[in-house]
């Protein structure tokens, strides 16, 4: 078996749109996704790459094409998690839900490390929730594989951030989340989007929250209501999975000014 440690390079929050004049809150999306995914061709070829959700701003199967088209110029394997901005039927004729699971989730593995992604959309709505149907999915999955140095991917934020009216966008069930992810010590970390900014923290049971800053445009941390922080570049996330189970991580803003209108 091989001993070396795995690339996991993870991506959120794009939002892509059909016409090429759409700006996300003054930033080109496509554009910063260009200028992402060219930071990315320089650095390790990952043995994964995770993307979080709201590939698209609300648009249709032509985005996402698009997307799994450009994505594959990574040369490495893909998980596609739906976030709130995208749309059932058009994501789920770009990436069809695994069989015998739960909505989109799903158990990849990348060497001795496992990926279990969640599908924590509710379509049409804005906050995200699991339901009990997928937590159970979850547990199973956990007690499946106990010794498996485990990460837990989903779209939205399963606890309050500091950032006031994202808070109130979080998963509806993050409490019964977490209570879940910590009754099995394999999980090392949640990885996670929708916040629009860098968040690296720990529970009380030492599980890793981590989410990594839009692709597109950046909100305001700690704002009462909706900012966006105008200045903010996009970024990626590197994370090296070593075989002893520890994560190391580092977020990386490509150079230049890219995607502002």
Same mark, same amino acid.
Request: some cysteine; charged content about 20%; overall charge negative.
């Given at each position: 078996?091989?001993?070396?440690? *795995?690339i996991? +390079?993870? +991506?959120?929050?794009?939002? &892509?749109?059909?016409?090429?004049?759409?700006?996300?809150?003054?930033? @080109?999306?496509?554009?910063?996704?260009?200028?992402? #995914?060219?930071?990315?061709?320089?650095?390790?070829?990952?043995?994964?790459?995770?993307?979080? %959700?709201?590939?698209?701003?609300?648009?249709? !199967?032509?985005?996402?094409?698009?997307?799994?088209?450009?994505?594959?110029? #990574?040369?490495?394997?893909?998980?596609?998690?739906?976030?709130?901005?995208?749309?059932?039927?058009?994501?789920?004729?770009?990436?069809?839900?695994? @069989?015998?699971?739960?909505?989109?989730?799903?158990?990849?593995?990348?060497?001795?490390?496992?990926? &279990?992604? #969640?599908?924590?959309?509710?379509?049409?709505?804005?906050?995200? *929730?699991?339901? @009990?149907?997928?937590?159970?999915?979850?547990?199973?999955?956990?007690?499946?594989?106990?010794?498996?140095?485990? &990460?837990?991917?989903?779209?939205?934020?399963?606890?309050?951030?500091?950032?006031?009216?994202?808070?109130?966008?979080?998963?509806? @069930?993050?409490?019964? +989340?977490?209570?879940? &992810?910590? *009754?099995?010590?394999?999980?090392?970390?949640? +990885?996670?989007?929708h916040?629009?900014?860098?968040?690296?923290?720990?529970?009380?049971?030492?599980?890793?929250?981590?989410?990594?800053?839009?692709?597109?445009?950046?909100?305001?941390?700690?704002?009462?209501?909706?900012?966006?922080?105008?200045?903010?570049?996009?970024? #990626?996330?590197?994370?090296?999975?070593?075989?002893?189970?520890?994560?190391?991580?580092?977020?990386?803003?490509? !150079?230049?000014?890219? %995607?502002?209108?």
């Amino acid at each position: 078996m091989c001993s070396r440690a *795995r690339i996991l +390079l993870h +991506l959120s929050d794009i939002h &892509l749109a059909s016409g090429p004049a759409w700006r996300h809150h003054g930033v @080109d999306p496509q554009a910063r996704l260009t200028q992402v #995914l060219g930071q990315a061709r320089q650095g390790p070829r990952p043995d994964l790459v995770l993307v979080t %959700g709201d590939i698209a701003h609300d648009e249709g !199967a032509a985005v996402y094409q698009r997307f799994r088209r450009e994505i594959r110029t #990574l040369g490495a394997p893909v998980q596609v998690l739906p976030g709130n901005h995208d749309v059932p039927a058009a994501f789920t004729e770009a990436y069809p839900a695994a @069989d015998g699971a739960v909505g989109f989730a799903a158990e990849r593995w990348v060497g001795p490390w496992r990926v &279990l992604s #969640l599908d924590s959309q509710i379509p049409g709505e804005v906050p995200g *929730r699991l339901g @009990d149907e997928q937590l159970r999915w979850l547990e199973a999955a956990l007690a499946a594989a106990p010794r498996a140095p485990t &990460l837990v991917a989903l779209h939205h934020a399963p606890v309050a951030i500091g950032t006031p009216w994202l808070d109130a966008h979080r998963v509806a @069930d993050g409490t019964a +989340l977490l209570a879940c &992810l910590e *009754r099995n010590p394999q999980v090392r970390a949640v +990885l996670f989007g929708h916040v629009h900014q860098a968040v690296d923290r720990a529970t009380e049971a030492g599980i890793r929250l981590l989410a990594t800053p839009a692709v597109t445009v950046q909100f305001q941390p700690g704002s009462q209501r909706f900012a966006v922080a105008a200045d903010e570049p996009p970024a #990626l996330r590197w994370l090296t999975l070593e075989t002893d189970g520890a994560i190391e991580t580092v977020l990386q803003q490509p !150079a230049g000014e890219g %995607g502002r209108a």
